[in-house]
T-cell receptor, first 112, second 113 residues
C-alpha cells in the first residue's frame, strides 16, 4: 500500500513564526501536492511538484513556499504564520498521467 | 479547464437506506474520475476510480459509481448505508495529460440510526 506520512497531526504555532510541514511518501511517486482544506471551500491546491527541485504554484500560493530536495519528501513552509493560515493541511502523492492522489492523514495547524 | 460540482452540501439518510451522492464534471476529453472519503480528522481515502472501460465501477466498503458521459456525471451509490459511512465525500476529475486532480467541495453524509 502507498504510504504518505505527514510529520505532525496537530500543531499550534504563534503568529509570525516560520512553520515547516513535512511530508514523506514511500512509493517513488514523481508528483507531490499540498492542499489546504477549509469548511465549505473543499480542497484548494497550494503547490505541487512533479520532480525533485521542480515546483508549480497552485490556486493559493500566497504566504507559502515549498521545498523538494529529495523525491520522497515535500515540505510546505509558512514563512511568517498568520491566523488566517489556521487550517487542515493535506499532503498527497501520485504518478504522472493518472491524476490519482494518495493522501496523508493531514496536519491540523492552529496559529494563535 | 476541468471542474467538479457536488450539488449537495449535506445529505441525511437513515441507517439501512440507499444512498446516492451526485457529482457533475466539466472536461473536454474523456476524464479520469475518482471518489474519496474523509472521516473526521483524517486524510482522504480513495473509494473508487474510473479510467476507461465498464462505466459501472465497484469500490471498497460496498460503494459503486456510474460514469454517464451524456450527463457528465459520476454519481456514487450504496444500497444500504451503515452508521460508519458518516463522513465527507469528495468527487475528483483528472486526465492523462494533467498532473493534478480537481476536487469538488464535498458532500457531508449524516446517518441517522
Amino acid at each position: 500500500d502507498v504510504k504518505v506520512t505527514q510529520s505532525s497531526r496537530y500543531l499550534v504555532k504563534r503568529t509570525g513564526e516560520k512553520v515547516f510541514l513535512e511530508c514523506v511518501q514511500d512509493m517513488d511517486h514523481e508528483n507531490m501536492f499540498w492542499y489546504r482544506q477549509d469548511p465549505g471551500l473543499g480542497l484548494r491546491l497550494i503547490y505541487f511538484s512533479y520532480d525533485v527541485k521542480m515546483k508549480e504554484k497552485g490556486d493559493i500560493p500566497e504566504g507559502y513556499s515549498v521545498s523538494r530536495e529529495k523525491k520522497e519528501r515535500f515540505s510546505l513552509i509558512l514563512e511568517s504564520a498568520s491566523t488566517n493560515q489556521t487550517s487542515m493541511y493535506l499532503c498527497a502523492s501520485g504518478t504522472p498521467g493518472r491524476s490519482e492522489a494518495f493522501f496523508g492523514q493531514g496536519t491540523r495547524l492552529t496559529v494563535v | 479547464a476541468q471542474s467538479v460540482t457536488q450539488p449537495d452540501i449535506h445529505i441525511t439518510v437513515s441507517e439501512g437506506a440507499s444512498l446516492e451522492l451526485r457529482c457533475n464534471y466539466s472536461y473536454g476529453a474523456t476524464p479520469y474520475l475518482f471518489w474519496y472519503v474523509q472521516s473526521p480528522g483524517q486524510g482522504l481515502q480513495l473509494l473508487l476510480k474510473y479510467f476507461s472501460g465498464d462505466t459501472l465501477v465497484q469500490g471498497i466498503k460496498g460503494f459503486e459509481a456510474e460514469f454517464k458521459r451524456s450527463q457528465s456525471s459520476f454519481n456514487l451509490r450504496k444500497p444500504s448505508v451503515h452508521w460508519s459511512d458518516a463522513a465527507e465525500y469528495f468527487c475528483a476529475v483528472g486526465s492523462g495529460g494533467s498532473y493534478i486532480p480537481t476536487f469538488g467541495r464535498g458532500t457531508s453524509l449524516i446517518v441517522h440510526p
